[in-house]
């Protein structure tokens, strides 16, 4: 079955600092990746979409990588904003079935 | 949110009571969906419509109903044959299908059985 997986659920980081996040998922090909970012209470808002074949997509402060190898994605976040605190979710379209398999997201709270 | 609109932002149902979320999109997109949130876990596709007149169930169907007969809408009904109803709904567009077109989505409607 295939199965999405981010992680860490919370992540709490000062204003400013950089921080990561994983996806890890099973089962492959899949024809693209994608990273969205969910405000409290708000529908999600796309933030990268990679193919199987790009490594690494940019959007401003926030730089999605690719490792196929591994099965892992990571949504890097540059000097973070008060503004960034939301859930980021990780979005997988597997070929086959080209359904959307979503993951459970990480929560991130930024503090000043 | 893309031009896609939900209505109404909150909704509270009485155990028994049907009740139908809106969903309206202006960007001219074939294919409609709905998901439904719950914490802890990824969205969950309810329906899906890729052309008017036309719908698919998808993974959490029972209890559910939809409709299509105009590219722009596509309202959910919940039933009272769902019996957990309360979550949150989403309900997304896109220009084809969502494997190789950007999927938008709406602002949400939070739905709580009292």
């Known amino acids: 079955k295939n199965q999405v997986e981010q992680s860490p659920q919370s992540l709490i980081i000062l204003e400013g600092k950089n921080c990561t996040l994983q996806?890890?998922?099973?089962?492959?090909?899949?024809?693209?990746l994608r990273w969205y970012k969910q405000d409290t209470g708000r529908g999600p808002v796309s933030l990268t979409i990679?193919?199987?074949?790009?490594n690494t997509k940019s959007n401003g402060r926030y730089t999605a990588t690719l490792d196929a190898d591994t099965k892992q994605s990571s949504l890097h976040i540059t000097a973070s904003q008060l503004s960034d605190s939301a859930s980021y979710i990780c979005?997988?379209?597997?070929?086959?079935?080209?359904?959307?398999?979503f993951g459970t997201g990480t929560r991130l709270t930024i503090i000043p | 949110d893309g031009g896609i609109t939900q209505s109404p932002k909150y909704l509270f149902r009485k155990e028994g009571q049907n009740v139908t979320l809106s969903c309206e999109q202006n960007?001219?997109?074939?294919?409609m969906y709905w998901y439904r949130q719950d914490p802890g876990q990824g969205l969950r596709l309810i329906y899906y419509?890729?052309?008017?007149?036309?719908?698919q169930k998808g993974d959490i169907a029972e209890g559910y109903s939809v409709s299509r007969e105009k590219k722009e809408s596509f309202p959910l009904t919940v039933t009272s044959a769902q019996k957990n109803p309360t979550a949150f709904y989403l309900c997304?567009?896109?220009?084809?299908?969502?494997?190789?077109?950007?999927?938008?989505f709406g602002p949400g409607t939070r739905l709580t059985v009292l």
């Open positions: 419509s890729q052309i008017v007149n036309d719908f």
């Open positions: 997304a567009s896109s220009r084809g299908h969502p494997g190789y077109n950007e999927q938008f």
């Open positions: 979005v997988v379209i597997f070929f086959g079935n080209e359904k959307l398999t």
């Open positions: 990679m193919t199987f074949s790009e």
């Open positions: 996806c890890n998922y099973t089962v492959s090909p899949f024809s693209n």
């Open positions: 960007l001219n997109h074939d294919a």
